[in-house]
């Protein structure tokens, strides 16, 4: 390791040490406060959030009342028909994960996707009504509530079924996206609330479906969508199109408490979301991969500092095809793969000067779509519990499917096992024994919730939505700050690149790796890749005098802050 890092270091002065950038994003993206704050995907729902806490709610009931809201405001990914995580640390230093992610169905087998070659039928596992996993949302909203909670929980339903029933103004990237999915919508369901083509921006919409979903859950909790008409009405759905999920399947759902991944980065501490999540343990390995490299002197985006990052960035993604799955169903081996003396090993034939290949680097025991069908929170309150929550419906409305009656659209996350090993889901991303459908296993994810401690105390949360771009773009927002001393703003809006192993490319956005740094990556023999956007950070920051700093992300139109 002695040698690699005397070749890193000299390798800079070939290279350039760093890049110098500006970042330009909206003053109203970014805000600071003296006693709470939050970054989430919406106005409205941070609206919704921000008032439970000015009368007196904490971070847990302000997240309730936000995920609700969501599913009103942000239907291409906030929901009550997909699932997601919780990493949670409360005022006194206490932390808690709740994994509330989809589940497959009784029906569900590992080749149900497969044709009579045992080929991958297109399109089988990401449309339709084939493609949804058992949804996890409510169960896990009426779970961290019941554990954390402090407002009734009428209360912090109240507020969507508002929304849902009065309407609210929809935005032009709205109405874009409506647009862009219309034909969708059309060939799986007899009629939504987003069927009329001819939309504008500014129109009123109203959810009256929704509405009676949510009050059904306001007065009955999990048993208002997992029992009674709700699950009738879900349950009829399925049968319409071929689906699989039952009313047992529905009434069977439960959640899993689960213990933080927890790894020590210099002076700082890092919690984030277990398996069924691969994200805390992919962030995790880089970090620890990372750490003996001179990251603050190798400078931002400079080759040295990219092609390091890169290649972590491969290791960890390879290991992430073979190990991580359910470990409710598949034993994950976190603490090998975690153990200081592994990464270690991992990096043992790592070189400064050159690339690596994904044909020869695999575990050490595709196209990537841009995409934010995904969403995230981070809140922290005026006692310092702070949350970090990331749920899903896996693509931009998910399955297309809404629930005739019920309003709300159903995920298609059955995309996120492994149909079949080596092939790559949506994003890309392969896996294999660890990953395959199994009835009532979870599907791995990339969402990666964070929590970052410094000197014992809150130092930063964050988390985004983006697909696999996920774990490597809170990783660079995280060392933005701690490696390369950004205020928290720019660091959600540097430009971001990314490895995952297979397809071996490096995937990086049009201002990433300036200053000669593509050519230079080039020339040791990577292949590059140009996208639009990557994931779409939502952070925050405690300062030393105790002002939280919040920061959303240009990336996406619809993203916000608040406090007080």
């Known amino acids: 390791m002695r040698l690699l890092l005397l070749c890193l270091t000299a390798s800079l002065f070939l290279t350039g040490c760093r890049q110098e950038i500006k970042i330009d994003y909206v003053a109203e993206k970014t805000g600071s406060f003296s006693k709470a704050a939050i970054s989430g995907p919406h106005p409205k729902a941070t609206e919704v959030g921000l008032e439970v ?5 904490n971070a847990i009931d302000a997240a309730v009342a936000m995920q609700f809201a969501m599913a009103v405001v942000y239907p291409r990914a906030g929901n009550i028909g997909g699932g997601g995580f919780l990493v949670y640390r409360d005022k006194d230093g206490n932390t808690d994960a709740l994994d509330y992610r989809e589940r497959a169905p009784a029906a569900a087998s590992r080749d149900m996707y497969l044709d009579e070659e045992g080929d991958v039928i297109p399109g089988l596992s990401t449309r339709g009504h084939l493609a949804v996993g ?25 507020p969507a079924i508002k929304l849902a029933q009065t309407g609210y103004r929809i935005s032009q990237a ?18 939504t609330p987003f069927s009329d083509s ?36 879900f349950v009829e759905e399925m049968k319409s199109g071929g689906g699989l999920i039952t009313k047992k399947d529905l009434a069977d759902y439960e ?25 805390g343990v992919a962030l995790a390995q880089m970090v620890e991969m990372l750490e003996p490299f001179p990251l603050s002197d190798l ?16 290791r960890a993604y390879a290991d992430r095809a073979e190990y991580l799955g359910d470990s409710d169903y598949y034993h994950v081996p976190i603490d090998s793969l975690l153990n200081d ?13 050159s690339a690596g290949s994904s044909d020869f680097i695999g575990a050490g025991l595709a196209t990537i779509r841009e995409s934010y069908e995904t969403t995230h929170i981070s809140i922290i309150d005026a006692e310092g519990n702070a949350v970090s929550i990331t749920t899903t419906l896996n693509g931009n409305f998910g399955s297309k499917v809404m629930v005739d009656g019920a309003g709300f659209f159903l995920n298609n996350e059955m995309d996120d096992f492994s149909a079949k090993p080596g092939v790559p889901n949506m994003f890309g991303l392969v896996g294999k024994e660890a990953n395959a459908i199994h009835p009532g296993k979870r599907m791995l994810s990339s969402m990666t919730p964070t929590i970052v401690e410094k000197d014992g105390e809150i130092f930063m949360v964050l988390g985004a939505p983006g697909g696999s771009t996920i774990i490597t773009a809170v990783l660079q927002t995280f060392l933005n700050v701690v490696e390369y001393g950004m205020p928290l703003a720019d660091a959600v809006n540097a430009p971001r690149f990314h490895h995952q192993w297979l397809p071996d490319v490096i995937v990086h956005e049009k201002a990433a790796l300036g200053n000669g740094v593509k050519e230079e990556l080039i020339e040791m023999g990577y292949t590059l890749r140009e996208v639009n956007s990557m994931a779409v950070i939502k952070a925050l920051q405690r300062l030393p005098d105790g002002t939280l700093v919040a920061a959303a992300d240009e990336r996406n139109a619809d993203d916000d802050v608040a406090g007080y």
């Open 53 to 57: 806490l000015k009368n007196g709610g």
């Open 134 to 158: 058992v949804p996890g949302t409510v169960a896990g909203i009426e779970a961290m509530h019941k554990k954390y909670g402090s407002k009734p929980w009428a209360e912090l339903v109240a």
């Open 174 to 191: 709205e109405v874009n996206r409506l647009k862009r999915y219309h034909t969708d919508f059309k060939a799986f369901n007899t009629t």
């Open 198 to 233: 001819t939309m504008v921006e500014g129109q009123l919409l109203k959810q009256l479906n929704l509405a009676g979903t949510l009050t059904r859950i306001k007065e009955k909790g999990k048993a208002g969508f997992y029992q009674g008409k709700t699950a009738e009405l």
């Open 255 to 279: 959640v899993s408490w689960r213990t933080p991944i927890r790894k020590e980065y210099k002076e700082y501490s890092i919690l984030s979301m277990p398996p069924s999540s691969s994200g």
């Open 299 to 314: 400078g931002f985006q400079s080759t040295a500092s990219a092609q390091l990052t890169v290649e972590v960035m491969r």
């Open 341 to 353: 003396d592994y990464l270690a090993g991992r990096m043992a034939d790592y070189r400064p000067d």
